[in-house]
DNA sequence: GACATATATAGCAAAAACGCTATATTGGTG
DNA sequence: CACCAATATAGCGTTTTTGCTATATATGTC
């Protein structure tokens, strides 16, 4: 017994960027570095529906983006890993990039002409 | 005329990241971090068949994550832009944290005793 | 043009993701 | 227990992804 589950990085890390990978969660996983919110708390900032909000949440639950502690009847959800808390150091330092103008959109979407 | 597209840094961000969140195209995109390479290089290198590398290949252009440029018969792939390099970066700077043991991989996969 | 090599595409079936509505569960309070 | 607020889940139709086989296209050489 005590099976061992043999997997690369480059498979967690995919599963991670799988499920970064949707702009509403992006939107959510980002209010969620200044620290833990519960659903409804989310669900006013981002703007989505209760049952949408709690999948998008069980979602990243599931793959390991964020964990959640129950207080009350309140369920408050949390960056999961140092990992997730890197990437979107990352993003954010691009997104600045791109604000300041060092770095154009167009460098991304050639495309896109102008954006927010 | 002269439409212009409005679309939010989370549009552009989740697109790549989604694009990005496949095991395969993490190594393919990891292994053109070392300059351009062609489709045959690329398939030897990752270990796929020749539809599914260039499937991924074009796939990953559609999506932004990668340029070509033809050489007589051969297709040389090449990252496109900074953004995907500042993001390889920091799955690098994650992965040699885990590789040197500063994180666990179950800090992340919390279910997953042991990894390569 | 015939042929070889390198790469792309079509077509298909299985699986997963998405968004939605309706309904269920959980915990607290009287 | 009844009831309310907060959150989760079921069920469903649509769309996207994935991997596969077979076939097509493009380029170079003779």
Redesign the interface.
């Given at each position: 017994m005590n099976e061992?589950?043999?997997?690369?990085?480059?498979?967690?890390?995919?599963?991670?960027?799988?499920?970064?990978?949707?702009?509403e969660?992006?939107?959510i996983v980002?209010y969620l570095q200044a620290g833990e919110r519960n659903v409804g708390d989310i669900q006013r900032e981002i703007g989505l529906s209760q049952p949408i909000t709690s999948q998008h949440l069980r979602y990243m639950q599931r793959h390991?983006i964020l964990t959640s502690r129950r207080e009350g009847t309140r369920l408050y959800y949390f960056l999961?890993?140092?990992?997730i808390r890197?990437?979107l150091?990352?993003?954010h330092?691009?997104?600045v990039?791109?604000d300041s103008g060092d770095?154009q959109?167009g460098?991304?979407?050639?495309?896109?002409?102008?954006?927010?």
């Open positions: 061992v589950k043999h997997i690369s990085f480059f498979e967690v890390a995919s599963k991670v960027l799988k499920a970064l990978g949707h702009p969660r992006l939107r980002e390991n999961a890993s140092d990992l890197k990437l150091d990352c993003m330092s691009c997104k990039s791109l770095m959109v460098d991304i979407f050639p495309e896109i002409k102008r954006s927010i």
